[in-house]
């Protein structure tokens, strides 16, 4: 990237490299072979060079991102005061992806079969695989559909400049809850970001374990159990080794954790999250008896299970949680096998205010659908059932929430039977 924008401005400026090297300072040779890409830049130098050059102060940035230096890290720190953002870069994302995925370059490469010299010019910026080079890398580090397309059109150079101060970091953590099912290109970015900024002492750690704990969670919503396994073990050891009530983000880092360990160890998970119950703050009391629920039902203890998703409607904080918790009782009791209950409990339950947000009004409106749906199914009426389920399917196929996409493939499945 630094080679590109060196020489693209070059030419833009008609100038030669000789003409460079006088206004600049730096000699046409060390210039012939930044633009080769044989030799990196001092930082110094670059930023003598990109001031000739007038490029804009956030491309400044971005170089001196990408050359990764600790004085061209220093260099950037000063650059940035509070109100000011950094870009994305799509190597940024690459390494995030690996990182994520617990991968080295070195076993990285062995699998897409490329060297490691050739990936870690990738993850530099320094250039940017072919299609076919990217689609085996986005398969062997588990992206998601979105991030692959994201990082195939390049949908980064859109994206917006993250934020660095702690009021927009909490605006962006906030946006996260909200829309709990939207893991993409924005997501990965924000994490990897937030993770770096922690590692280089600019944010602190509450801060990078909030947005890890929302990033893991999410993971695991997407059923990328591996990944936000990974990714929750990052909060997970700083949980251990502390006495006071858990934050949002280590909650939720728990959270992820316990829900991929259930799919292979649920009486392990269930256990696990017990241990935590005297440190569940009042915020996450709801959250924490519907994770509790739901491991009870994986262990197969109907009775336990009921009574906390009861304890969970209860103590909902937000009327979005608690209509939530209704409707997930009403889903239940179709498992369980109990139609005619599950309908009675559905009825019953308000509808989701239209001022709660597009994506709870969605998510509330698909959901009655299918359960209402399965109820009827299970109660021998198929035309009501297959009406509801062709009622929900174009709002999932804008809103592909990962538990009612689920919900809509066992329904489709039990009815064509």
């Known amino acids: 990237m630094i080679a590109y924008v060196i020489q693209q401005a070059r030419q833009e400026r008609q100038?030669?490299?000789?003409?460079?090297?006088?206004?600049?300072?730096?000699?046409?040779?060390?210039l012939s072979r930044w633009e080769a890409g044989k030799v990196r830049p001092h930082a110094p130098e670059l930023l003598k060079v990109l001031?000739?050059?007038?490029?804009?102060?956030?491309?400044?940035?971005?170089?001196?991102?990408?050359?990764?230096?600790?004085?061209?890290?220093?260099?950037?720190?000063?650059?940035?005061?509070?109100?000011?953002?950094?870009?994305?870069?799509?190597?940024?994302l690459l390494r995030a992806l690996r990182q994520r995925a617990?991968?080295?370059?070195?076993?990285?490469?062995?699998?897409?079969?490329?060297?490691?010299?050739?990936?870690?010019?990738?993850?530099?910026?320094?250039?940017?695989?072919?299609?076919?080079?990217?689609?085996?890398?986005?398969?062997?580090?588990?992206?998601?559909?979105?991030?692959?397309?994201?990082?195939?059109?390049?949908?980064?150079?859109?994206?917006?400049?993250?934020?660095?101060?702690?009021?927009?970091?909490?605006?962006?953590?906030?946006?996260?809850?909200?829309?709990?099912?939207?893991?993409?290109?924005?997501?990965?970015?924000?994490?990897?970001?937030?993770?770096?900024?922690?590692?280089?002492?600019?944010?602190?750690?509450?801060?990078?374990?909030?947005?890890?704990?929302?990033?893991?969670?999410?993971?695991?919503?997407?059923?990328?159990?591996?990944?936000?396994?990974?990714?929750?073990k990052r909060v997970f050891d700083s949980i251990r080794s502390e006495s006071h009530p858990l934050s949002r983000g280590q909650f939720l880092a728990l959270s992820a954790m316990t829900d991929a360990l259930s799919h292979t160890q649920p009486q392990a998970a269930l256990e696990m999250l017990l241990t935590f119950e005297s440190r569940i703050n009042a915020r996450n009391k709801s959250d924490w008896c519907e994770e509790i629920f739901k491991k009870f039902v994986v262990c197969g203890q109907v009775d336990r299970a009921c009574f906390y998703l009861e304890q969970s409607i209860q103590t909902?904080?937000?009327?979005?949680?608690?209509?939530?918790?209704?409707?997930?009782?009403?889903?239940?009791?179709?498992?369980?096998?109990?139609?005619?209950?599950?309908?009675?409990?559905?009825?019953?339950?308000?509808s989701m205010p239209q001022n709660t947000g597009k994506n709870f009004v969605v998510y509330d409106q698909a959901h009655r659908a299918l359960i209402r749906g399965t109820a009827l199914h299970q109660l021998g009426d198929k035309l009501e059932a297959s009406v509801s389920l062709q009622s929900v399917l174009p709002l999932l196929a804008t809103h592909p929430f990962p538990g009612l996409t689920r919900l809509a493939h066992q329904l489709t499945h039990a009815l064509s039977n």
């Open 316 to 350: 909902a904080p937000t009327l979005a949680r608690e209509l939530h918790g209704r409707r997930q009782y009403a889903e239940q009791l179709c498992e369980f096998g109990h139609p005619i209950k599950a309908l009675e409990k559905l009825n019953i339950c308000p």
């Open 51 to 92: 001031e000739v050059l007038e490029i804009p102060e956030p491309l400044c940035r971005q170089c001196l991102q990408q050359l990764g230096t600790p004085q061209a890290e220093r260099y950037l720190a000063q650059m940035i005061s509070e109100d000011q953002k950094l870009p994305v870069s799509g190597g940024e």
């Open 102 to 232: 617990n991968r080295s370059q070195a076993d990285t490469a062995r699998t897409v079969g490329v060297t490691q010299a050739l990936l870690s010019r990738w993850e530099n910026n320094d250039c940017w695989p072919e299609q076919d080079r990217l689609r085996a890398l986005c398969l062997a580090l588990g992206a998601t559909e979105l991030e692959e397309k994201g990082l195939a059109t390049r949908a980064w150079q859109n994206h917006e400049e993250l934020p660095l101060d702690k009021d927009a970091l909490e605006v962006v953590i906030d946006e996260l809850e909200v829309a709990p099912f939207d893991v993409d290109l924005h997501y990965l970015a924000v994490a990897s970001r937030h993770w770096t900024l922690y590692k280089q002492n600019r944010i602190s750690e509450s801060h990078a374990v909030a947005v890890w704990g929302h990033f893991a969670n999410h993971l695991v919503c997407h059923h990328k159990f591996h990944e936000g396994l990974h990714v929750s």
């Open 15 to 30: 100038l030669s490299l000789g003409a460079l090297a006088l206004k600049s300072g730096v000699s046409k040779a060390t």
